[in-house]
């Protein structure tokens, strides 16, 4: 047994002694520090019949920061056409939630020396949800234009769990790979595309996906990818695009629904050029709730988010500054299933935090937004 601070905290259980003769066995355990505690005391036990003197030894004892992983999106390399719009953003996981702040940062030396990043420049805060015991969201940098100067910047996120910490070299952690690496092309083509109006639906226990997309030009497809986890992706199916002003476009999802799925599309142009839907959610018909999710934060001149409704019905969103005023309100109607909802009409506030109250017949769910 390990004690911290006289607490029992961690039991190895039995190890088998005839088969771990002259082996090591490797035992581990996770602990949260309290706030401004700067010691502890670990004792160790050995709980066997009859333990102490010669029974067992120890070697190799460390210490680690459990830091959250980090996945970069679109990937770790990610390349743009000259003047494209570039869009890069991180979905963060983490076993506990106390790493609140995080700050974007940004290097145009290759990683040796690391700035705040100035297309968002200031200290910001997760807005984590709980996906059965581990903590998620995904962080976004605003949106640029790909320039050839660009070409070989690195982008990182910066965390730690107080706004003290994060200035600090000892305390503010990151992964040395989780970092993003621009490419900018000038020789490809600037090949205007998207993809709106994503939603699903279940019918008759299968999922079904319907977007809009346009193209201007032709040889592209969308891969149809399907997630458990809403982090790891696997390509389900493929559709060829056609050159056309916003053309509709489905997908049936051939096997049953049994549990909740993480859906989205990836349209991809010959020369390599990418675009990736928000992702929406969906559950069997019988468990499927009120949720949001894929909320795009900070924002600009207008809220994106993906909802999962259990059933047809009006909802109504709210936008209020951290004193509680209310800044704007709207009633939408939204479809049973997971859709994606876009808020204009909000650029002409101020810079600052707010939050965003969405209320159904089914609860209300309220997050906090920052906006550019």
């Not at 279940?202 to 079904?208: A, G």
């Not at 992706?233 to 695009?241: A, C, E, N």
């Not at 704007?328 to 994606?340: M, Y």
């Not at 650029?347 to 969405?358: E, W």
Request: aromatic share 12%.
């Amino acid at each position: 047994t390990f004690q911290i601070n006289g607490v029992d905290y961690y039991t190895s259980g039995n190890i088998d002694y005839a088969n771990t003769w002259g082996e090591w066995v490797k035992k581990g355990f996770v602990f949260k520090t309290g706030a401004g505690q700067t010691s502890l005391t670990i004792s160790i036990k050995n709980n066997a019949p009859g333990g102490g003197g010669n029974d067992w030894a120890m070697d190799d004892i460390a210490f680690a920061t459990c830091l959250p992983a980090l996945e970069m999106w679109p990937t770790n390399t990610p390349t743009y056409c000259l003047n494209n719009q570039a869009d890069i953003s991180v979905a963060v996981s983490t076993y506990f939630d106390n790493y609140t702040y995080y700050q974007w940062e940004r290097s145009t030396d290759g990683g040796t020396n690391w700035i705040p990043a100035p297309e968002l420049p200031g200290i910001q805060t997760f807005s984590f949800t709980n996906f059965s015991g581990e903590y998620r969201d995904t962080v976004y940098l605003p949106s640029f234009i790909a320039d050839t100067s660009y070409n070989g910047y690195k982008y990182r996120v910066r965390v730690a769990t107080t706004i003290t910490n994060l200035s600090s070299g000892a305390c503010a952690v990151y992964n040395s790979v989780d970092m993003i690496t621009l490419g900018v092309l000038d020789t490809c083509h600037n090949l205007s595309i998207g993809i709106e109006d994503f939603r699903a639906r279940v019918m008759n226990k299968k999922t079904n996906l319907q977007w809009k997309a346009i193209a201007e030009k032709g040889n592209y497809r969308f891969d149809i990818e399907r997630s458990d986890d809403g982090i790891s992706f696997l390509t389900i199916g493929r559709i060829d695009g056609t050159t056309s002003v916003w053309q509709n476009y489905s997908f049936a999802d051939p096997e049953f629904i049994s549990s909740r799925k993480y859906y989205r599309v990836r349209l991809t142009a010959l020369d390599g050029t990418e675009k990736i839907s928000s992702i929406v959610v969906i559950e069997q018909e019988e468990k499927q709730s009120f949720m949001i999710s894929s909320v795009i934060n900070p924002f600009d001149s207008k809220i994106s988010f993906t909802i999962a409704m259990p059933q047809n019905e009006q909802i109504e969103w709210q936008l209020k500054d951290m004193t509680g005023r209310l800044v704007k309100r709207e009633k939408i109607n939204v479809l049973k299933g997971s859709s994606t909802i876009v808020l204009p009409g909000i650029n002409n506030i101020q810079t600052g935090a707010y939050i965003l109250q969405v209320k159904s017949s089914y609860g209300i769910i309220n997050k906090v937004l920052q906006k550019l």
